[in-house]
């Protein structure tokens, strides 16, 4: 059963591999930043591969201040908000686009907005650890990807 779950990230700073038009660029800041930092908390990774149009990708790491080493990425203001998100099988495109179909109409039957205005995106994460992944995924038959959609509450 489709069960979303909505999300309230507070504005912050983080560190940025620039938008590419590729994977390899964002890969590449994955390798060298993201691997490494330190940053990130031992419950859920906050890194996320963010989506605009046309299909270009950033990757960002929320930071806890900016005091934060960036190795020469670029430091960005994270504008937090609301998403709603829901799970889907990784490396599968054609569950990726239904899983964001069912999030966008969840959107539309209940009392919230699409909110796409500057510095909102779609935005994807697998929120679990390397080691914990390779369980789930030997348990479930699959890799979870847990897809964000940038939401508002509409007005009443």
């Not at 490396?91 to 990726?96: G, T, Y």
Request: charged content about 25%; hydrophobic content about 40%; aromatic content about 14%.
């Amino acid at each position: 059963m489709f069960r979303p779950r909505i999300n309230e990230f507070p504005p912050c700073k983080a560190v940025a591999s620039g938008w590419k038009g590729d994977f390899r660029g964002v890969l590449d800041f994955m390798g060298e930043w993201i691997s490494g930092d330190g940053a990130g908390s031992p419950f859920a990774s906050p890194d996320f591969l963010c989506f605009n149009e046309p299909m270009e990708f950033l990757w960002i790491k929320l930071l806890p201040n900016d005091e934060v080493d960036t190795k020469g990425f670029e430091m960005i203001d994270f504008s937090g908000g609301l998403y709603v998100s829901a799970i889907a099988i990784d490396d599968n495109i054609e569950d990726l686009m239904k899983t964001i179909n069912d999030l966008k109409n969840w959107v539309k039957e209940h009392n919230f907005e699409l909110d796409f205005r500057s510095g909102r995106y779609r935005m994807t994460r697998r929120f679990t650890s390397e080691e914990s992944s390779e369980v789930f995924e030997k348990a479930l038959g699959y890799s979870q990807l847990e897809v964000f959609i940038p939401i508002m509450i509409s007005p009443l």
